[in-house]
């Protein structure tokens, strides 16, 4: 018996049709965005960049495996079956392992809202990873799996903070720094001043630069010696004054450090 794999046909294109399948039902998948979460068909098509009876039949698929849903009206949007998966994701990295537990306390003792931000340096981008909202969280506060570009703003900072001095002075002479509020520092040299701070503290403070009216303060999360992400909390300008930000910072920091101390990264197998 020939246990080698079975030979698919290639098509035109020179790849095999099984993976070309693949390719194109995760195509269909990659077209939602925060801007397009609700797709009809003909748009999923044209978004996907996939032939509309090829789209319709991958759809009817995917919405049987609960990977998408179709509304009334017709149009597609994601499933719950990816809901589930992520969760799987998120709970599975070194991040979360570390952020989990600090998380909840700070929802119960801060009341605010608290986020947790991945970050992938192959593109700078930052995705956030864990939520736990208050009762009065601000709708402008970034959803679960918003993903965004590493910019200004305390969850930014944090990360950047925790990398070396002349790693972080190369990384932000090329970060996008959009004028998003009349707070938002916008030159080089002011973020790299707030580095500065940063690592002084252990913690990043916005007040009003990323999102009107919202302050936040950020903690780097450490993993292997690199930041692996940031922890926040957030809240309106009238709960968090200046005061309550630094010593917010403080306790995250001490929250952080407790749970890492209690669950040490696993020492590498011999051989």
């Given at each position: 018996m020939n246990d080698s794999p079975r030979s698919l046909p290639d098509d035109e294109g020179g790849r095999r049709r099984g993976v070309r399948s693949v390719d194109r039902a995760l195509d269909v998948l990659g077209a939602f965005?925060?801007?397009?979460?609700r797709l009809q068909l003909t748009e999923l098509a044209e978004a996907a960049g996939v032939p509309k009876t090829s789209t319709h039949?991958?759809?009817?698929?995917?919405?049987?495996r609960g990977?998408?849903?179709?509304?009334?009206?017709?149009?597609?949007?994601?499933g719950n079956r990816l809901l589930e998966l992520g969760s799987l994701v998120s709970a599975t990295t070194a991040l979360s392992h570390?952020?989990?537990?600090?998380?909840?306390?700070?929802?119960?003792?801060?009341?605010?809202?608290?986020?947790?931000?991945?970050?992938?340096?192959?593109?700078?981008?930052?995705?956030?990873?864990?939520?736990r909202e208050a009762p009065h969280s601000p709708e402008s506060l970034s959803p679960l799996?918003?993903?965004s570009m590493l910019a200004n703003g305390c969850i930014s900072r944090a990360i950047l903070s925790g990398l070396p001095r002349e790693e972080s002075e190369?990384?932000?002479?090329?970060?996008?720094?959009?004028?998003?509020?009349?707070?938002?520092?916008?030159?080089?040299?002011a973020l790299h001043r707030e580095l500065e701070t940063c690592r002084r503290y252990g913690y990043a403070i916005e007040i009003g630069e990323f999102i009107p009216g919202i302050a936040g303060v950020a903690v780097p999360v450490m993993v292997g010696g690199r930041p692996a992400g940031a922890i926040a909390v957030c809240g309106q300008i009238a709960r968090?004054?200046?005061?309550?930000?630094?010593?917010?910072?403080?306790?995250?920091?001490?929250?952080?450090?407790?749970?890492?101390?209690?669950?040490p990264p696993s020492p590498p197998r011999a051989g």
């Open positions: 965005s925060a801007a397009h979460p039949r991958i759809a009817v698929t995917l919405v049987e990977f998408l849903r179709q509304e009334a009206d017709g149009a597609y949007v994601l570390l952020t989990q537990g600090v998380a909840e306390e700070l929802i119960r003792s801060t009341g605010e809202t608290v986020l947790v931000a991945e970050i992938d340096w192959r593109d700078r981008s930052l995705l956030i990873t864990g939520k799996g918003r993903r190369e990384i932000v002479t090329r970060l996008p720094l959009a004028q998003r509020t009349p707070a938002s520092i916008t030159d080089p040299e968090m004054p200046r005061r309550r930000l630094e010593a917010l910072g403080t306790h995250i920091k001490h929250l952080l450090g407790r749970t890492a101390a209690a669950h």
